[in-house]
């Protein structure tokens, strides 16, 4: 069965901390992993997509990983801010194109305190 | 560019009235699609557009649910009558017809059923 597990399921951290989100899943095939993030009350947006050949991407302060042979991701925050609160949800697709269909993991609730 | 957009942003409902949920798209994308998200859940897939033409509609309860796409741009998602159970945020989301399939997301419609 695909599936997307994604972990803690919350967390709480410190304004200026860092802190790394952990995706696991089981699609097949694959074609590529994206990191979302869902600020309350709007639509996710993404914030990195990777494909099988890709182990790391970045923006900005976002870091995400990918290890195809162990099917795993994680997304690395660097120096949280308070804006970085919100859900992060973890999405899988398993095919190119628009015929891809993805899969999506429940997300982890991020809170950063001042 | 202006992004996908919803209307209503809310809706509040008594149990077996019908709702509608209107869905504007990014220009020249072709691909749309209907999310559901319950809280503390991520997004699960009611149906998928490509043009005019629902491709994948498996996930879409057709006893109460319905949507058109009549002329490949603009959608309505309809729930006829709406059941306690409907209450969440439905997502629309549009995708270009390019090989990592990137999704991009409305705000959603908060729906209440009462």
């Known amino acids: 069965k695909n599936q997307v597990e994604q972990s803690p399921q919350s967390l709480i951290i410190l304004e200026g901390k860092n802190c790394t989100l952990q995706?696991?899943?089981?699609?097949?095939?694959?074609?590529?992993l994206r990191w979302y993030k869902q600020d309350t009350g709007r639509g996710p947006v993404s914030l990195t997509i990777m494909t099988f050949s890709e182990n790391t991407k970045s923006n900005g302060r976002y870091t995400a990983t990918l290890d195809a042979d162990t099917k795993q991701s994680s997304l690395h925050i660097t120096a949280s801010q308070l804006s970085d609160s919100a859900s992060y949800i973890c999405v899988v697709s398993d095919r190119g194109s628009t015929l891809g269909r993805l899969y999506f993991g429940r997300g982890t609730q991020l809170t950063v305190w001042p | 560019e202006a992004g996908v957009v919803q209307s209503p942003r809310y809706k509040i409902i008594e149990k077996k009235q019908p709702v509608a949920f209107w869905c504007n798209p990014i220009?020249?994308?072709?691909?749309l699609y209907w999310y559901l998200q319950n809280l503390g859940q991520g997004p699960e897939l009611l149906i998928r557009y490509e043009n005019e033409e629902a491709v994948d509609d498996s996930q879409l309860p057709k006893d109460r649910f319905s949507a058109e796409r009549l002329k490949g741009v603009d959608s309505t998602l309809k729930i006829q009558p709406a059941e306690l159970g409907d209450s969440a945020v439905y997502l629309c989301a549009s995708s270009p017809s390019t090989e990592y399939n990137e999704q991009f997301f409305g705000p959603g419609t908060r729906l209440t059923v009462l």
């Open positions: 220009s020249g994308h072709n691909t």
């Open positions: 995706c696991n899943y089981t699609v097949s095939p694959f074609s590529n």
